[in-house]
Every structure is written in structure tokens, then in C-alpha cells.
């Protein structure tokens, strides 16, 4: 089964230690398995906070959110019969929630300006109580103030002027945060003031329409001078502020410890005015990814940002406007030093990459192109603290480029001396390349030798097999001529003896003279017959050889066409070697200088 989330508590306050900063600790291991991950930590974060008085609904509140975030039908999200569930809840007047939480699981969307983002959402204690220690109070309500994109500012039945008091130290913060600062971003960014149990519904009905009148009826208010000032201010404060008027959720929530988080004990009007509420807070594009000096925040910054406030919080004794502005200074100055460096970084490693040799006098024309680009780069940047902020931090990035140049230097003269043993090496392969070639040349005009050796042999070879052959057919021809010499001296014979017989002369001395003679002219014949098979068997044989010596002789013209094959190609490739040790490598040009840009991300 899929892990849909939990809670995670990233700070902790340390009941037993009532003052002093080891009563804070932040869980930054668990904040980095949460926004460090591949798919976020170069994503904007949107994050969504509730603050506000203790055992008000704000846990409450947020597990709504998570169920319409996790829902896949936003049309009927809060109709589910599933149990509330999410960040730990309950009725009743002793505190839930302490410290911070995270949920661990992060939702995507798309911000207002249609950029891909995550949603977060964080859970705080309950501030402003007889539990809460001021220092708690700055602490928990700071941090999620200033770390917030959404913060829901959650009250009790109506905007009470011991409310606005609360918010009264962090317009302090705003007044000095940029009073002679560079930046023109407002420090905090959305503020929803979260009323529940509105009672006054015939004056001002539910929902946003109606909190925007009534927030704006109490911010022109001049009841009280001390939050006059506060009401003039707050717009220079908050990018966007707004209100919703809440009905009461019903007495099964709020009178009862049991209650369960089943949606059927929850008013009908809660829920409707929840119901169109949330949508318009965290649909498409109605979210604005978190801030800082009109920078986004991306999921690794928010760690490092979040880090950052906690630390200077937690160092000084007693927290002040004046704290917060110095790590906002502190924090969006080193994000701009960082910018700048790495932008130096950045170029200088393109321009010696791959082993790359600039000339020294080249390498310190260029590198002066870059450092002077760092340092306008640092210098345009709207961060606060004004001039002396800027100066200091300036030195600091100047220090810091000086300590990359010697590095850079270094490798630099490394890359010369690795160049030259790589010449050197090369220099030495391709002479025994040359000798190897060489070598191989003198095989082949060798072995080219012996082949033409071969070839004059299988002439030769071929001259005796065809004298041969003539002189086999020459005999034959005389054969023939014996053969019918004989088959004539038999038949006169035969005629001779036939016409003694017929003359009654022949005796028996002559008629045996003729029978031997007849014999032995058989016998000649015979043998001129043999010798006719023996002289054709021959010539048989003689024209086998002169088959077999016909493909030799193709056999040695594709080896001559092979050797004289090979010899071009060693001949070709012992001038590309030639041609290599002539010319020894010399150092490319350096290449023109290219600032290479990277995104300022204020922070």
C-alpha cells in the first residue's frame, strides 16, 4: 500500500529547558528527505502555513487541505466518507500540536505564473497562549511568516485588535527589513485572515466576498493609533491580503474531546463555505511559489533558507526585528555571493575543459573578463542591507574569486605539463609506428620477391608441360602412320596368302613363314594400339596439369594484387606518419570569452 503521508516535526521545542538555544532543535535530515529529492529540489515550492491561537482548528483546517489535495475528484472531494485524518487533531482546551510539523508527502501543481511546483504544507503550535513563551511566539510565528507563500492566519469569531498587536512586531520587521534596501519586494507574501464562527452573518455573509469587506472595514479602522500605523502599513508588508468568514463547524467538533473526524458531524455551512474556499487557494494556477526578495524558492533552498532563519532565531537571546533583518541581509547576500561565484565557476571551467592549455598572459585577460563579471553580477543584485551590506559581501566575493584563480591557475600549468607528455608520448608512438610500418613494407617487397620468383617458375613450368604436349601428339601422329603402315603390310599378306592358296604352291615351310609373319604384324598392332591408349592417358594428364596450373597462376595474381594492396596502404600510412612528427601539436587559440549565464536566485 502506497505511504499517502504523516506528519513530520521539523523544529521541536524543548519543554524542560525553559530558556536558551538548546531549547529549539530543527530536524534538518527530515527536511531534506522531504524537499531534496531528484523531482523537487530544482522544482518552486508553494507553501501553505496555518497560524494562530492554540486549540483554534488549525490541524483541523489543514486536513481539509490535505484531502482536497490528495483527492483525484475535485468537484466532490469533501463529500468523501473516508474519517478525517492527517496532522493530529482533537476537541477539547489542552494543545495538540507543538512546534513545527511537515507533511511528508508534497503535491504537484502548477503556480499562477504555469510552472510546474510542489505544494507544502506546514502545521505550527498554537501561539499566543499562557503555554507559549514569547520567544516561542516570535519563534513559531516567524519562521512561518517568512517561509510561507500562503499563510492562514487562523481567529476566533473576528479580527480582535489584540490580533493585529501580534502582527505588530513584524511590522516592525518589514519597517527596518527595507529601509535603505535595495529590494522592492515586499517581505511576506500572501496573508488569508481565517475568521471561524462568524456570527454576524445578516451584516456580512460567509465566504471571501464577505471577508473582504470585513477586513477592509478593519484595516481603515482608527480606533487606536498604535495599530494605525499598522493598518497603513500591512499593504507595504503582504503582496496580497484577503479574509474568509467561516461558520462555526459545529458542537460535535468543538464541544467534544470524542469527536472523530467523520464529515457527518460537521455543519452543512462549514463544509460548503470549506467547499469553495480551498479550490480558490490551491486549484491550478492559484498558488504563488515562495519568495524571498521576488526569487523563487526551490525544494533544496527552502532547506538551506528555512536552515538559515531557524539559526539566527535560535542564537539570539531575545528575538527582535532587528534579528530577522540581519538574516534576511546575512541570508540573500551569501545566496547572491554564491550566484556570482558560481557564475566565475561556471565560465572559467568551460574555458578549460578537456585538458585545455591557455597561455598564461591569455588565461589572467580572460579571467579578469569573468572576475569583473562576478562582481557587476553582485553588484546589480536587489538584496537588502544596503551599501555596506553590499561592500562587505562584495570583499567576500572578491577574496573568494582570488582563491578560484589560483586554483584554476594550477590546473592550468597541470594541464600544460599533461599536455607535454602527451605530445611526447605521441612523438615516441609515432616513430615506432613509422618502424613498425617500415618493417612491414620491407615483409611485403620481400615476400613480393618471392612471388615473382613464383611467377617465373610457373612460367617455366608451364613452357615444359606444353613442349610435352607436342612432342606426346608429334609420336602419336607418327603411331598413326605405323598403325596404318601394319594394317596394309596385314592386309598384303592376307592377300598374298590367299592367292598361294588359290595357286596350290604354298607349302607347309611358307605357309608357316606367313603365319609368324601374320603374328607378329598382330602383334605390332597390338602394341601401337597400347601405345595409343598409353600416349592418350598422358595427354590426359598433361592437360590436368595445365587446368591446375591455370588456377596457380590465378591464385599468385590475386596474391600480387594483394601484396600491391598492402604496400599502397603502408606506403599511405607511413606518410600519415611522417607528415605527424613533422608537425609537432601546438596549443589551440584560447577561445573568445563567453560569460556564461546563470539564473540569479536571490535568496
Request: glycine share 4%.
Amino acid at each position: 500500500m502506497a505511504d499517502d503521508g504523516h506528519p513530520v516535526q521539523i523544529v521541536r521545542i524543548n519543554e524542560q529547558i525553559e530558556e536558551g538555544p538548546d531549547r529549539y532543535e530543527l530536524d534538518v535530515e527530515a527536511m531534506r528527505e522531504i524537499f531534496d529529492r531528484d523531482d523537487v529540489r530544482d522544482r518552486p515550492i508553494c507553501v501553505l502555513t496555518v497560524a494562530g491561537a492554540m486549540r483554534q482548528g488549525k490541524s483541523f483546517l489543514l486536513n481539509f487541505v490535505l484531502r482536497y489535495l490528495k483527492s483525484a475528484d475535485k468537484e466532490n472531494w469533501i463529500e468523501s466518507e473516508e474519517m478525517l485524518s492527517g496532522f493530529e487533531f482533537r476537541g477539547g482546551s489542552a494543545r495538540e500540536t507543538t512546534g513545527i510539523y511537515m507533511w511528508s508527502q508534497l503535491f504537484p501543481t502548477k503556480t499562477d505564473k504555469g510552472e510546474k511546483a510542489y505544494i507544502a504544507i506546514m502545521d505550527t503550535q498554537g501561539c499566543f497562549d499562557h503555554e507559549a513563551l514569547m520567544r516561542d511566539n516570535s519563534l513559531i510565528f516567524g519562521l512561518s511568516l517568512l517561509m510561507s507563500s500562503v499563510t492562514i492566519y487562523n481567529l476566533f469569531r473576528q479580527i480582535k485588535e489584540d490580533d493585529l498587536h501580534h502582527l505588530a512586531f513584524f511590522s516592525e520587521f518589514g519597517k527596518l527589513a527595507y529601509s535603505g534596501s535595495n529590494s522592492h519586494y515586499t517581505p511576506f507574501q500572501k496573508l488569508l485572515f481565517l475568521v471561524r464562527d462568524w456570527e454576524w452573518v445578516d451584516e456580512r455573509p460567509y465566504g471571501l466576498d464577505g471577508g473582504k469587506s470585513y477586513v477592509s472595514v478593519v484595516l481603515d479602522s482608527k480606533s487606536n493609533k498604535e495599530t494605525k500605523e499598522l493598518r497603513e502599513r500591512m499593504p507595504t508588508l503582504f503582496e496580497d491580503i484577503t479574509c474568509c468568514l467561516m461558520p462555526e463547524p459545529g458542537k460535535k467538533v468543538t464541544k467534544t474531546k470524542h469527536f472523530q473526524g467523520t464529515v457527518d458531524d460537521i455543519e452543512p455551512d462549514f463544509l460548503r463555505e470549506l467547499k469553495a474556499l480551498l479550490p480558490s487557494l490551491l486549484g491550478p494556477k492559484k498558488m504563488s511559489a515562495k519568495t524571498i526578495d521576488g526569487s523563487r524558492v526551490k525544494g533544496k533552498e527552502f532547506v538551506d533558507d528555512f536552515s538559515v532563519y531557524f539559526k539566527n532565531f535560535k542564537e539570539n537571546d531575545s528575538i527582535q526585528a532587528q534579528t530577522l533583518v540581519q538574516s534576511m541581509i546575512e541570508n540573500g547576500q551569501r545566496k547572491s555571493l554564491e550566484t556570482s561565484l558560481a557564475t566565475y565557476v561556471r565560465s572559467m571551467d568551460a574555458l578549460l575543459a578537456s585538458d585545455t592549455y591557455i597561455e598564461e598572459d591569455q588565461l589572467a585577460e580572460i579571467s579578469k573578463t569573468y572576475y569583473n563579471s562576478a562582481i557587476e553580477l553582485h553588484a546589480s543584485s536587489k538584496t537588502m542591507g544596503g551599501a555596506e551590506a553590499q561592500e562587505r559581501y562584495q570583499g567576500l566575493l572578491k577574496d573568494a574569486l582570488d582563491q578560484e584563480l589560483e586554483k584554476y591557475k594550477a590546473r592550468n600549468l597541470k594541464n600544460k605539463e599533461t599536455k607535454e607528455k602527451l605530445n611526447q608520448a605521441e612523438k615516441l608512438r609515432a616513430e615506432e609506428e613509422e618502424a613498425k610500418v617500415q618493417a612491414q613494407r620491407e615483409a611485403v617487397e620481400a615476400q613480393m620477391r618471392q612471388q615473382q620468383a613464383e611467377e617465373q617458375r610457373l612460367e617455366e613450368e608451364k613452357a615444359r608441360i606444353q613442349a610435352e604436349q607436342e612432342a606426346i601428339e608429334a609420336n602419336m601422329k607418327q603411331q598413326e602412320v605405323e598403325k596404318c603402315r601394319i594394317e596394309e603390310e596385314r592386309l598384303r599378306m592376307e592377300a598374298e596368302q590367299e592367292k598361294l592358296l588359290l595357286q596350290g604352291k604354298l607349302d607347309e615351310a611358307a605357309k608357316q613363314a606367313l603365319e609368324d609373319q601374320r603374328k607378329r604384324i598382330e602383334l605390332e598392332r597390338d602394341m601401337a594400339e597400347a601405345n595409343a591408349q598409353r600416349e592418350a592417358s598422358e595427354r590426359a594428364r598433361i592437360e590436368q596439369e595445365k587446368k591446375a596450373l591455370e588456377v596457380e597462376r590465378q591464385a599468385h595474381e590475386l596474391n600480387v594484387a594483394t601484396l600491391n594492396a598492402s604496400k599502397e596502404a603502408l606506403m599511405e600510412q607511413n606518410k600519415l606518419l611522417r607528415d605527424q612528427i613533422a608537425q609537432r601539436p601546438v596549443p589551440a587559440p584560447a577561445p573568445k570569452p563567453q560569460i556564461v549565464p546563470v539564473p540569479c536566485c536571490i535568496m
